[in-house]
């Protein structure tokens, strides 16, 4: 009798402290992540590889195809909303974009008009003119600062060590030609106000597989070891700083420029001081995946935040939770890549060969 009457005692007070939890109010925004794959126009840009994306290249990259994109990818833009957050992303970063153009372009479609997106884009030395970018709505952030940070690689290593000497003695990098300099994108850094609070953004989108994932891996743990110096940096000024990192890596979380050069941890209390929390690793090992290879899912979306954003204290913005989003018209429903993204060809505009990927910031609100 005793043991029942603790029972019902236990009941009682775990429901009274879902009440009160049920009670709390949060202020809630949605950072996004989306790789647009080949967001071009249909101008023949001299400067770069961008050839085969216009009306008379082999894509036949026509305006109606050109404006069926812009429609494709201002749904989906505008569909990363969920009940908990009905709104559609504040801060959303993008990678595949070729100019400004193509950004002002897509902001105009009548599903993200209303949102009033902001712009932050610089062009990158990649050979085929595509960068990064930021759009965030303008209600809820403002920037203060940004630039693009190079990525200085070489296939020649004791370039590399030249680069490093020259940069830590503050003097300019001169390229040579016989560096054999391997020309990427750029990493996007942007600080603002969410609301108020300070937080940090970079944008990225390592260097490719190109050559093979062996021979192609140094580059991107370069990427990864400049992204920790950029985070370092911010946590020099301020030892809080609230950074989140976010792009195509062009790896999984598994790989050793996500886990060695970034130094991103899948648990939160694995994450040391100054460390980063990577909520898509447990997600790669659940079986999820952001694009498709030969039958083979993987996650090279990320997005990953600093741990002054784990903690539980939800006074100021702090992480909730991660998601993959891949809504059933994202996905190709026949052929041989059945269940794959649903990606353009040359008879179909569909969306992209990766999924979007987006992480929630909450704060409680005190009525």
């Not at 970063?93 to 902001?107: C, H, K, M, P, T």
Request: proline letters at 5%; zero cysteines.
């Amino acid at each position: 009798m005793h043991t029942l009457k603790l029972k019902f005692l236990l009941i009682f007070v775990l429901s009274i402290l879902n009440i009160q939890a049920q009670s709390k109010k949060y202020t809630i925004h949605t950072v996004a992540f989306y790789n647009f794959e080949n967001l071009f126009d249909t101008i023949n840009d001299p400067t770069t590889h961008d050839d085969e994306w216009t009306p008379a290249g082999v894509q036949n990259w026509t305006k109606a195809k050109y404006q069926q994109k812009l429609k494709n990818l201002s749904i989906v833009l505008s569909d990363i909303r969920t009940p908990e957050n009905p709104n559609a992303p504040t801060i959303i970063g993008g990678s595949e974009i070729e100019n400004r153009g193509v950004l002002e372009d897509l902001i105009k479609e009548p599903k993200l008009l209303k949102f009033d997106y902001g712009i932050i884009h610089f062009d990158s030395p990649d050979k085929r003119g595509i960068d990064v970018a930021l759009l965030y709505q303008k209600k809820y952030f403002k920037p203060t600062s940004y630039s693009n940070i190079p990525l200085y690689i070489f296939k020649n290593k004791e370039a590399i060590k030249e680069e490093e000497k020259a940069e830590t003695e503050n003097e300019e990098v001169k390229i040579k030609p016989q560096n054999n300099r391997v020309f990427t994108r750029d990493q996007l850094l942007v600080t603002g106000y969410l609301e108020g609070e300070e937080i940090s953004i970079i944008v990225n989108h390592w260097p490719s597989r190109s050559g093979g994932e062996k021979a192609s891996s140094k580059f991107r743990e370069e990427a990864g070891k400049l992204n920790r110096r950029i985070i370092d940096s911010l946590q020099r000024i301020n030892p809080n700083a609230k950074v989140i990192t976010m792009g195509d890596l062009n790896d999984g979380p598994y790989n050793k420029s996500v886990k060695e050069a970034l130094g991103a941890k899948a648990k939160k209390g694995d994450v040391p001081e100054f460390g980063v929390y990577n909520p898509f690793e447990e997600m790669f090992y659940k079986g999820m995946g952001t694009l498709a290879f030969r039958d083979s899912w993987d996650i090279f979306d990320q997005i990953i935040v600093s741990k002054s954003l784990i903690d539980p204290n939800f006074e100021s913005f702090k992480f909730w939770k991660a998601g993959i989003f891949n809504r059933s018209y994202l996905i190709q429903t026949s052929g041989k890549y059945k269940g794959y993204p649903l990606r353009h060809t040359l008879t179909e505009v569909g969306f992209s060969d990766h999924f979007p990927v987006y992480i929630y910031l909450i704060k409680e609100i005190h009525l």
